[in-house]
C-alpha cells in the first residue's frame, strides 16, 4: 500500500510537471493578463502553471516536487484542490486589490500557499507538529527578507522581477484554506 501511495505521488508529480511544461510552449496564452482576465477567464488559473523562462519553471517545479515528501500524510486529493482553489484566489487578488499588476506568471505564490496549508494542518499531528512549525517560520522568515531587502539574487536568476505580492496573497490563501480544512474536519467529521 505504502510503495502504491509512493507511486500515486510520483504519478501526479509528473502530471504536474509536464501539463506545466506544455503550457509553458505557449506561455503567452496562458499567463495573468489584466486587461483581459475575465474574457480569458482560464488563466485565473493557467498563470500560475506558466513561468516567465525555464529556470523559474525548474526552480518551482523542484519546490512543488519537494511538498508531497516532506509532509507524507497529505492525499493526492488535498494537492489537486490546492491548485484549483489557490490560483484564482490569487489572480482575483491581483485583479481587485492589486490593480497595477499587469501580468504575471509563476507556480511560486501557490507553493506558498500549498506549503502554508499543510504546513498550518500538520500543527495539529504532535509527531509533525515541530516541523510544520519550522516549515511556517521559515516562510515567514522569507516574506519578511523579501518585503524588507528584497529578492534581487532570485530575479536575476530567474530573468523576472519576483512579485513578492503573490507569495504574501498565496500565504493568506493557505491560512484560509487550511483554518476551512480545520473547521471542515472539526464540526463534519
Known amino acids: ?12 508529480i509528473a502530471f504536474v510537471m509536464s501539463f506545466s511544461a506544455c503550457l509553458q510552449v505557449f506561455a503567452d496564452s496562458f499567463i495573468y493578463w489584466q486587461a483581459g482576465l475575465f474574457k480569458e477567464f482560464w488563466r485565473l488559473w493557467t498563470a500560475h502553471w506558466v513561468h516567465v523562462g525555464w529556470i523559474h ?11 508531497p515528501f516532506i509532509f507524507p500524510r ?10 484549483l482553489l489557490l490560483p484564482p484566489f ?11 499588476i499587469e501580468a504575471y506568471a509563476g507556480l511560486s505564490g501557490v507553493l506558498h500557499g500549498a506549503y502554508v496549508t499543510v504546513a ?18 521559515l516562510i515567514l522568515g522569507k ?16 530573468g523576472s522581477p519576483v512579485l513578492v505580492e503573490a507569495h504574501l496573497l498565496g500565504v493568506i490563501g493557505g491560512i484560509i484554506i487550511a483554518l ?4 471542515w474536519e472539526y464540526f463534519v467529521e
Open 57 to 67: 519553471y525548474l526552480l518551482n517545479m523542484l519546490a512543488f516536487a519537494c511538498l
Open 143 to 158: 516574506l519578511l527578507w523579501e518585503n524588507t531587502v528584497g529578492s534581487v539574487s532570485t530575479a536575476e536568476l530567474i
Open 180 to 183: 476551512a480544512y480545520v473547521l
Open 1 to 12: 500500500m505504502k510503495d502504491q501511495f509512493l507511486m500515486q505521488k510520483i504519478i501526479f
Open 90 to 100: 490569487i489572480s482575483l487578488c491581483f485583479y481587485y486589490f492589486f490593480p497595477d
Open 74 to 83: 497529505v492525499r493526492i486529493w488535498h494537492f489537486v484542490a490546492l491548485l
Open 120 to 137: 498550518c494542518v500538520h500543527l495539529l499531528y504532535r509527531k509533525e507538529r515541530n516541523f510544520a512549525a519550522l516549515v511556517l517560520c
